[in-house]
C-alpha cells in the first residue's frame, strides 16, 4: 500500500472534513475508523467523559501526553477559552506530522501546539522553555508504563495546583503499569474510575481514570 494508516486517516479526513471545523474533523475521523480502519482515538465514551471535563473546568493551560493523530488534541481544543491553549507531545515522528496537519485541517494550529519530543524532556522544560507555570489539565494518553514516569515528573516539577485534573486512558486495557495504584493512594488526588467501551469497540470495555489534584500547590 506504501502508505500508513495514519495517513490513510488524514487523506480521508482532507477529503471528507470541513476544513476549518473541528466538529467537522472529529465527526469525519468517527466514521473513518467505523466504516475504513480502527485508531486508537480517544473517541466517543471516553471522548464525552473529556468534553465534559474541558466544559466543567474550562482550564487556561492543558498538556497532552500521547498525540497520535490529534483527535483528542482537537476534542480538547475546540471546546477551551480563546486564551486557553494545549501542549500536545507526540514521541512519533510520522504521527507527529499527520497531527499537525489534523490540527491545521481543524483551523486549531493558535490553540494547539504539538511537540515531537519524549515527554520526560519536555516536562522538565515547561517552566522555562515553554512558558508553563501550572498545568489546569494533564491527558495521559501515551506508552502505558510512561504513565507513572510522567506523573511523578509533573508532580516533581510542582505543575499541578489544587483542582488541577489528571486524565488518564487505558487504565484498563492494556493497563498503565502502577499507576492506578499510585494515583489512587496518593493523598494528593481524588479520583474516580470510569468504566467505558473501547473506541469504536461495541464488545470491549476499558477504563479511564479522572484523578483531581488536592494536594499543596
Ligand atoms: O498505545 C496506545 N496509546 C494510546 N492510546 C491507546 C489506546 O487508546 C488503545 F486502545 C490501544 C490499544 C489497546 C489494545 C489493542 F488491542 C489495540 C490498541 C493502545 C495501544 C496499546 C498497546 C499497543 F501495542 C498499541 C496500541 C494505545
Ligand atoms: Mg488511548
Known amino acids: 500500500k506504501g502508505t500508513t494508516r495514519e495517513q490513510r486517516a488524514l487523506k ?29 482515538n480517544a473517541a466517543e465514551e ?61 483551523g486549531l494550529q493558535d490553540k494547539i ?23 489546569d489539565l494533564v491527558f495521559l494518553d501515551h506508552w502505558k508504563y510512561l504513565y507513572i514516569r510522567d506523573i511523578k515528573l509533573i508532580e516533581e516539577e510542582k505543575l499541578l495546583k489544587k483542582g488541577s485534573v489528571v486524565f488518564a486512558d487505558n487504565v484498563i486495557i ?3 503499569p502502577g499507576y492506578l495504584e499510585y494515583i489512587r493512594g496518593s493523598k494528593n488526588y481524588k479520583s474516580t474510575f470510569y468504566s467505558v467501551h473501547f473506541e469504536y469497540m461495541d464488545d470491549m470495555k476499558d477504563g479511564v481514570e479522572k484523578s483531581v489534584y488536592i494536594g499543596d500547590e
Open 12 to 40: 480521508y479526513l482532507k477529503e471528507h472534513a470541513r476544513q476549518g471545523d473541528p466538529d467537522s474533523v472529529l465527526e469525519t475521523f468517527d466514521e473513518f475508523c467505523r466504516t475504513q480502519e480502527w485508531a486508537m
Open 174 to 176: 492494556p493497563g498503565a
Open 113 to 135: 501546539e504539538v511537540i515531537n519530543l519524549d515527554s520526560a524532556d519536555v516536562i522538565r522544560e515547561l517552566k522555562t522553555k515553554y512558558d508553563v507555570t501550572k498545568l
Open 46 to 106: 471516553k471522548g464525552d467523559i473529556l468534553d465534559e471535563i474541558v466544559r466543567e473546568l474550562q482550564p487556561t493551560t492543558c498538556l497532552e501526553l500521547g498525540t497520535y493523530c490529534g483527535y483528542s488534541a482537537v476534542r480538547i481544543a475546540r471546546n477551551l477559552s480563546p486564551s486557553a491553549r494545549l501542549i500536545t507531545i507526540e514521541v512519533n515522528p510520522d504521527y507527529a506530522a499527520v497531527a499537525r496537519e489534523v490540527v491545521k485541517l481543524a
